[in-house]
């Protein structure tokens, strides 16, 4: 006999004092409909509130709704409190009036998800029951990307609690102060300026030629990392001080036929 997949939990609310309700009340409906356990909290709550009842209901995932621009402000806060319950592996989504130049911010602040209006509760629904699944890649480089789908995949850093520092890839520990105790894993941004490069002629065994590579200041107050580039022509469209985008690759499949993905930067 086949056992019965686990219902998804979700907990949905509204943070503030936003009190355009409709909405979530149309997606917890629909999530409801598919087959999901919604707790869902009503309009004006705290970030303390949300995040304490997401530990307390042992939920999955956690959407949020905000229609009134202070959606940053917001999940700041959620993250904040979900930290110091030591449960900030708990993925956040977020619907709404959500201005597109925000949406790397709040990657950056672990928001796995984006809903505007218009988004179809099946849409939803798959990214919550994907994030169960378990993800579908493994990293070309160790702790370098987060995600659950390869479509969705996002820089991986730690910050370092003690002194501020942040790394990538995400470390256990902090090599600066050497400590292993406020290590946070943190998403980071996926745009970031070109310090330096080289197009090289030669290049190891697996990869083309030219072969180029450089340093990129991440945005957002994200480290200098090092990177191979890719989708800038004839190496013209590469200039000291120009952005750069991520882009993720898939570089072949392992033993068990899971994609093997890794990151690169292109030019915007």
Request: glycine share 10%.
């Given at each position: 006999m086949k056992k019965e997949a686990r219902k998804p939990r979700v907990l949905l609310g509204k943070i503030g004092l936003d009190g355009h309700s409709r909405g979530i009340y149309v997606v917890a409906h629909g999530l409801q409909?598919?087959?999901?356990?919604?707790?869902?909290?009503?309009?004006?709550?705290t970030a303390a509130s949300m995040a304490h009842t997401a530990v307390q209901e042992d939920v999955d995932f956690i959407g949020i709704s905000s229609m009134v621009g202070a959606h940053l402000s917001i999940i700041r806060k959620l993250r904040e409190e979900l930290q110091k319950l030591n449960a900030s592996n708990i993925p956040v989504l977020i619907g709404g009036i959500i201005p597109e130049d925000d949406y790397d911010l709040l990657r950056a602040m672990g928001v796995q998800k984006i809903f505007v209006p218009g988004a179809e509760i099946k849409e939803i629904a798959q990214c919550i029951r994907s994030n169960l699944e378990g993800p579908q890649w493994v990293p070309e480089i160790r702790g370098s990307l987060i995600g659950r789908n390869i479509e969705e995949l996002h820089l991986l850093?730690?910050?370092?609690?003690?002194?501020?520092?942040?790394?990538?890839?995400?470390?256990?520990?902090?090599?600066?102060?050497?400590?292993?105790?406020?290590?946070?894993?943190?998403?980071?941004?996926?745009?970031g300026t070109l310090q330096s490069y080289v197009v090289a002629a030669?290049?190891?065994?697996?990869?083309?030629?030219?072969?180029?590579?450089?340093?990129?200041d991440l945005h957002e107050g994200g480290p200098r990392i090092f990177s191979l580039l890719t989708d800038y022509g004839d190496a013209e469209r590469l200039q000291i001080g120009c952005e750069m985008g991520l882009k993720i690759v898939e570089?072949?499949?392992?033993?068990?036929?899971?994609a093997i993905v890794g990151y690169r930067f292109k030019p915007l």
């Amino acid at each position: 006999m086949k056992k019965e997949a686990r219902k998804p939990r979700v907990l949905l609310g509204k943070i503030g004092l936003d009190g355009h309700s409709r909405g979530i009340y149309v997606v917890a409906h629909g999530l409801q409909q598919s087959g999901m356990e919604v707790i869902y909290t009503g309009i004006r709550q705290t970030a303390a509130s949300m995040a304490h009842t997401a530990v307390q209901e042992d939920v999955d995932f956690i959407g949020i709704s905000s229609m009134v621009g202070a959606h940053l402000s917001i999940i700041r806060k959620l993250r904040e409190e979900l930290q110091k319950l030591n449960a900030s592996n708990i993925p956040v989504l977020i619907g709404g009036i959500i201005p597109e130049d925000d949406y790397d911010l709040l990657r950056a602040m672990g928001v796995q998800k984006i809903f505007v209006p218009g988004a179809e509760i099946k849409e939803i629904a798959q990214c919550i029951r994907s994030n169960l699944e378990g993800p579908q890649w493994v990293p070309e480089i160790r702790g370098s990307l987060i995600g659950r789908n390869i479509e969705e995949l996002h820089l991986l850093g730690s910050k370092c609690g003690k002194c501020g520092q942040v790394y990538f890839p995400s470390r256990r520990n902090c090599p600066r102060c050497m400590d292993e105790k406020n290590i946070e894993h943190i998403p980071l941004s996926d745009k970031g300026t070109l310090q330096s490069y080289v197009v090289a002629a030669v290049a190891p065994p697996g990869y083309t030629v030219p072969h180029a590579q450089g340093f990129i200041d991440l945005h957002e107050g994200g480290p200098r990392i090092f990177s191979l580039l890719t989708d800038y022509g004839d190496a013209e469209r590469l200039q000291i001080g120009c952005e750069m985008g991520l882009k993720i690759v898939e570089c072949g499949r392992d033993d068990d036929n899971i994609a093997i993905v890794g990151y690169r930067f292109k030019p915007l």
